[in-house]
């Protein structure tokens, strides 16, 4: 997401999303100055109820701009289990 406040805060983030359950909540800050570079994350799981467009609207109000994260597919993770033996 981008577009956040330079006081923004992840408790801020899981307020505005109106989302039950947040899972992680980040917001990308400046190391020197301790303030918010105007980026950050948010990972959330949507119950029964719960729209994504819903989530992304309540963000879309204060300003935010939102955009869903995907992983690449391609992208083999480095602990898998156990390694083969060749």
């Given at each position: 997401m981008t577009g956040l406040p330079q006081n923004a805060q992840?408790?801020?983030?899981?307020?505005?999303?109106?989302?039950?359950?947040?899972?992680?909540?980040?917001?990308?800050?400046?190391n020197l100055l301790g303030t918010c570079k105007g980026t950050g994350r948010i990972q959330i799981r949507?119950?029964?109820?719960?729209?994504?467009?819903t989530v992304k609207l309540n963000f879309l109000r204060e300003g935010i701009m939102?955009?869903?994260?995907?992983?690449?597919?391609?992208?083999k993770p480095?602990?898998?289990?156990?390694?083969?033996e060749k």
């Open positions: 992840p408790e801020n983030l899981k307020k505005i999303s109106g989302s039950k359950h947040v899972i992680k909540a980040t917001v990308d800050e400046d949507l119950g029964h109820n719960e729209n994504c467009d939102v955009q869903e994260f995907a992983s690449d597919p391609r992208k480095n602990v898998t289990g156990i390694p083969k």
